[in-house]
Nanobody
């Protein structure tokens, strides 16, 4: 079973940057697809970014051009570089994973697809 631990959250002013990191254990063979989600107060948890098996990146429209997802297979980490942050980016950010099936390409940003969740890291952007 995969376990994820997020780090790197904090408080910044609008226009600033933060880098989140997700350290995974129990996935040494790449058997899991992983992505980043966020949940703002009073809103549903939404997919932010993921990387597919061909290293293509997928982003929510609200973060395109500002956020960049990356992975380090040797360190088994999944990072999210967030630039030009806006107050509406304020949320708890979660790293999530699901077991990769034979035909899975790891393209999903749908919450229901993901089975395993980290504890989250808070990002607060002030205006």
């Amino acid at each position: 079973q995969v376990r994820m631990v997020e780090s790197g959250g904090g408080s910044v002013q609008a226009g600033g940057s933060l880098r989140l990191s997700c350290a995974a254990s129990g996935d040494s063979n790449g058997r899991y697809c992983r992505g980043w989600f966020r949940e703002a107060p009073g809103k549903e948890r939404e997919g932010v970014a993921t990387i597919d098996i061909d290293d293509n990146h997928f982003y929510a429209d609200s973060v395109k051009g500002r956020f960049t997802i990356s992975k380090d297979n040797d360190k088994n980490t999944l990072d999210l570089q967030m630039n030009s942050l806006k107050p509406e980016d304020t949320a708890m950010y979660y790293c999530a994973a699901y077991s990769r099936g034979v035909a899975s390409r790891c393209m999903s940003l749908q919450r229901g697809t993901y089975t395993y969740w980290g504890q989250g890291t808070q990002v607060t952007v002030s205006s």
